[in-house]
């Protein structure tokens, strides 16, 4: 069974920084491209950025370029979302998928910017 | 960016209605574009792929169609358990977005 559990969210301050993970299973990881997508409260869904396979390609939504970056750790089965100068405006749920047409989703982790 | 128009934005109907859902792109994007239900407090769940194709495990009552700039989906003999968020994602090109939603809501 594909299983995407996803961990680090919580409250920090508007500048400040925080690290998600999704830890996967059930599926191979590695061959799979993986997202992160978003919701804020009470909102519609946006994506927020892909990696591939090996980690070479990376794609974001403009919102977040420049502070924040996707990685992987495939030996650990793990995909990761390092979120710097945070602002209000990133108060949101963060959902990993499995970007097979995003057929499998996380659960999702809150993250809450606020002072 | 290709920009998804969803509508309705919200609709009520009743029991055993027959529901569409339409979204349109702002530019063509093939059949590359999904259907995702979420009910509140839980992740999108995806029903469809590839515009038309049934994802394992929905109901038959779920069908989508189209391709290029207009997309369906259509919820036939609506059940209880289908009230909820619908939204569609196209994957043709970045960034990936989504339309605004649909919340189909019990009359």
């Known amino acids: 069974e594909v299983q995407l559990v996803e961990s680090g969210g919580g409250l920090v301050q508007p500048g400040g920084s925080l690290r998600l993970s999704c830890a996967a299973s059930?599926?191979?990881?590695?061959?799979?491209?993986m997202s992160w997508v978003r919701q804020a409260p009470g909102k519609g869904l946006e994506w927020v950025a892909n990696i591939n396979q090996d980690g070479s390609e990376k794609y974001y939504v403009d919102s977040v370029k420049g502070r924040f970056t996707i990685s992987r750790d495939n030996a650990k089965k793990s995909l990761f979302l390092q979120m710097n100068s945070l602002r209000a405006e990133d108060t949101a749920v963060y959902y990993c998928a499995r970007t097979t047409h995003f057929d499998y989703w996380g659960q999702g982790t809150l993250v809450t910017v606020s002072s | 960016d290709i920009q998804m128009t969803q509508s309705p934005s919200s609709l009520s109907a009743s029991v055993g209605d027959r529901v569409t859902i339409t979204c349109r792109a702002s530019q063509g994007i093939r059949n590359d574009l999904g259907w995702y239900q979420q009910k509140p407090g839980k992740a999108p769940k995806r029903l469809i792929y590839t515009a038309s194709s049934l994802q394992s495990g929905v109901p038959s009552r779920f069908s989508g169609s189209g391709s290029g700039t207009e997309f369906t989906l259509t919820i036939n003999s609506l059940q209880p358990e289908d009230f909820a968020t619908y939204y569609c994602l196209q994957y043709n090109s970045y960034p990936r977005t989504f339309g605004q939603g649909t919340k189909v809501e019990i009359k």
């Open positions: 059930g599926f191979t990881f590695s061959d799979y491209w």
